[in-house]
């Protein structure tokens, strides 16, 4: 196991996770045909539960085999079928050109392993497919996400870390929402950066 697994363990052993999916991800899911969604670093799957629910055959990924029997119980209670990945990120490697979504939530990794994540989620993306990302923005330091400035999220940084091959459709930063990220409240102004991006279909196809 990985230490990040080991750490989200314990934190989703000890705490509750948010079960509101993202508000942002559901927002540009809506109205989306449904299809396979790959969730990396899904947690005990807010998001992957809630586009499960309408209709999504959900992939999730993270190295907390406790967030993933987690989000695997949430969804046997549902009457849900997912399929669930116990790995680290960086060793995966991705099924190519199988996912109409792939979502990167709330992860935070540094320039260099953002840039890999990305690369693997396009890799894993169907031509016409979405990437959607989320995180802290940088002004959240020291109130939400880790307590590493270059760890936190910024259009420019996103921008820089998405792969040439994605078109943006939405970079914006949001005022983070009621069950948006971890201890999330309504009285909380955080701010979140959020990206949408396709894969463009080719030339012909
Ligand atoms: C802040 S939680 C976000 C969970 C979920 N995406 C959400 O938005 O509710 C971060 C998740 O990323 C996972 N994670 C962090 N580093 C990872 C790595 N190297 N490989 C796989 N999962 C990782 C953790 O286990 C944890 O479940």
């Known amino acids: 196991m990985t230490s990040a697994g080991q750490i989200w363990d314990h934190r989703f052993s000890e705490k509750g996770w948010p079960t509101d999916p993202d508000p942002y991800l559901v927002e540009l899911a809506e109205g989306q045909p ?6 990396l670093g899904a947690g005990p799957g ?16 993270d190295a ?13 209670a549902l009457g849900l079928t997912i399929t669930t990945v116990c790995a680290d990120l960086f060793d995966w490697r991705p099924e190519e050109a199988s996912f109409n979504l792939v979502i990167v939530a709330n992860i935070h990794p540094d320039q260099d392993a953002l ?12 031509p016409g497919g979405h990437l959607y990302v989320v ?27 998405l792969p040439t091959e994605l078109r943006i459709e939405v970079l ?34």
């Open 34 to 39: 449904v299809g396979r969604g790959l969730d």
């Open 46 to 61: 807010r998001n992957s539960l809630w586009l499960a629910q309408k209709g999504w055959d959900m992939t999730l990924l």
């Open 64 to 76: 907390s085999r406790v967030g993933l029997d987690q989000a695997r119980d949430a969804a046997g």
């Open 115 to 126: 840039v890999a994540v990305l690369a693997g989620a396009a890799l894993a993306l169907r």
């Open 135 to 161: 995180g802290h923005h940088v002004t959240s330091l020291g109130r939400q996400g880790p307590p590493d400035p270059d760890r936190l999220l910024t259009p420019e940084r996103l921008r820089d870390a």
């Open 172 to 205: 914006a930063i949001r005022d983070r929402r009621g069950g948006h990220g971890q201890g999330a409240n309504a009285a909380t102004a955080d701010t979140v950066v959020v990206a949408w991006a396709i894969k463009p279909e080719a030339p012909g196809g």
